[in-house]
């Protein structure tokens, strides 16, 4: 069973600058989600779909920030404008709905902002 | 108040020792609790879960749930330095926000040979 891959593991951009993130979920589940951890903080949740539609989006996701999830299968998180503010570890997670929603997470994509 | 909160730590203990993880929530609704570890630079990994109250035992990790006092807690016996980690509690919530975990902010774990 593959597990959740995440793409790029690590970003380095200046500010002001485009950056986007993609996110494979597990093949056989349907719910996928963005959080972003910052150093000594626990994750805290962006977004999350279920198939293709967003149905959450936290109010830390502001207008700069986009994720999509086009047919229902991979996912991509963009940051426009990036700010030294955005760096941080963006985690993905996805889960099967209809059980009690386990949530498994990828590797992980490190952004640095310089 | 925070939604999620952890007994401050670093906690340290010796090898072989019972390491006590502990964690409250606000939020009644809540139906599911996780714990998930995680070593510094990687992504957490879940290792228990737990939506009933009472203990769970799974190994050498023990999940104990107690909903009227909204707390959840994980207990480490014969505690390995490779259980050295920082330990996320997170609770799933429930009505309209059904699917977002909300994390409180771990606790440091070190186990000294």
């Known amino acids: 069973d593959t597990g959740v891959s995440q793409d790029p593991r690590h970003k380095i951009t200046k500010r002001g600058q485009n950056v986007t993130f993609r996110c494979d979920p597990i093949s056989e589940h349907n719910r996928l989600y963005w959080y972003r951890q910052t150093l000594g903080q626990g994750p805290e949740f962006l977004t999350y779909?279920?198939?293709?539609?967003?149905?959450?989006k936290s109010r830390l996701l502001s207008d700069r920030f986009s994720a999509e999830r086009p047919k229902g299968s991979f996912s991509t998180l963009e940051i426009q404008r990036t700010e030294q503010g955005d760096s941080a570890m963006y985690l993905c997670?996805?889960?099967?709905?209809?059980?009690?929603?386990?949530?498994?997470f990828g590797p992980g994509t490190r952004l640095t902002v310089l | 108040q925070k939604e999620v909160e952890q007994n401050s730590g670093p906690l340290s203990v010796p090898e072989g020792a019972i390491a006590s993880l502990n964690c409250t929530y606000s939020d009644r609704g809540s139906q599911s609790f996780f714990w998930y570890r995680q070593y510094s630079g990687k992504s957490p990994e879940l290792i228990m879960s737990?939506?009933?109250?009472g203990d769970k035992e799974d190994g050498r990790f023990t999940a104990q749930l107690n909903k009227a006092s909204q707390y959840v807690s994980l207990l480490i016996r014969d505690s390995q330095p490779s259980d050295s980690a920082t330990y996320l509690c997170a609770v799933l919530a429930g009505g309209t926000s059904y699917g977002k975990l909300t994390f409180g902010q771990g606790t440091i774990l070190t186990v000294h040979p």
């Open positions: 737990i939506y009933s109250n």
């Open positions: 779909f279920q198939n293709e539609a967003q149905l959450e």
């Open positions: 997670a996805s889960s099967q709905s209809g059980g009690r929603d386990t949530q498994y």
